[in-house]
């Protein structure tokens, strides 16, 4: 059943989709892409953005951090650097989350989808605790799932692959939420090859036996762990160019949402 197919039907909506990825994979476009799409089929969305130090965005953001907290100010208030401010910057919204989490609950009826744009460094939301207690928020409140983006054209270097399946997987086994792999960029290189290397593992390592920046026996030790963690996960194909794979995106959310309802 899609969504409000379920009993518990307060608890479904709306659902939220934490977009995260390396910076450049193209969280923002992906974004914009699918609130295009939710405006087109009658979807109601919102569209929330944690990257405090965006210039422009090319969608309008119903919650947008730099309405509360200044970035630049930041850095000059407490003396910091632009990887420092930001993080600041987050932290200082993070406190104030309770406050966005009540927004949401009292038009929780009217929207199917939250959308949340990250900062463009990765790491800042995932490894950071205001990270966590945003994740936490949402996931103790409304079905939560990640969006890790991937930048689709560069991950036909098995060692960038590697890194991106790596560092998903640890914010899969950090958060507990279930995870979308969002193979984007399609317009210039397709995924198929990452698939492929998804459901065998041998033909990833006669991709990187040629790499000698990863020893084989490294490999062959990551190839245990990295089999459950497919396993664990839905991938999908997207440009957040063309459209391509949009619906499939959604699909794979909507399962994804399911499997949270089932497993919290
Ligand atoms: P972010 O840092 O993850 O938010 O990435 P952005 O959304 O800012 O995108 C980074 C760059 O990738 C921009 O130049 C985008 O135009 C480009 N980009 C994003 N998505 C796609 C896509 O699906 N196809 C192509 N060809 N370029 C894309
Ligand atoms: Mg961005």
């Known amino acids: 059943s899609g969504i409000g197919g379920s009993s518990n039907n307060f608890r479904r909506k709306p659902v939220i ?10 969280k923002t476009t992906l974004l914009h892409r699918l609130v295009n799409y939710t405006v087109l089929s009658n979807i109601r969305g919102y569209v ?18 730099r309405d509360t907290v200044r970035y630049k100010e930041v850095m000059k208030q407490f003396n910091l650097g632009p990887n420092g401010g930001i ?24 929207l199917d989808y939250v959308l949340v744009d990250t900062p463009g460094q990765i790491e800042i939301f995932t490894w950071s605790a205001s990270g966590a207690i945003i994740t936490e928020a949402f996931a103790s409140t409304f079905p939560t799932v990640v969006t890790y983006v991937v930048d689709t054209p560069r991950s036909e270097n098995p060692t960038t692959f590697m890194s991106n399946m790596l560092y998903a997987c640890g914010i899969l086994y ?23 290397w998804m459901k065998d593992f041998e033909a990833f390592q006669a991709a990187i036996s040629s790499d000698h920046s990863y020893t084989s026996t490294l490999t062959h030790s990551l190839s245990l762990v990295i089999d459950e963690f497919y396993n664990n996960l839905r991938s999908v194909g997207v440009s957040a160019v063309s459209g391509a794979g949009v619906e499939s995106f959604f699909k794979a959310i909507e399962a994804s949402a399911e499997e949270f309802m089932e497993t919290y």
């Open 48 to 65: 929330m953005n944690l990257d405090p130090a965006v210039m422009t965005l090319p969608y309008g953001a119903n919650i947008d951090i």
């Open 174 to 196: 950090k958060t507990r939420l279930p995870l979308v792999l969002a193979f984007n960029k399609t317009d210039v290189a397709q995924h198929h090859f990452a698939l492929e």
């Open 87 to 110: 993080l600041t910057s987050v932290n200082l919204f993070a406190t104030k989350f309770d406050e966005v989490i009540s927004f949401i609950e009292k038009r929780a009826d009217q």
């Open 17 to 26: 989709i934490i977009v995260v990825g390396m910076a450049g994979s193209g």
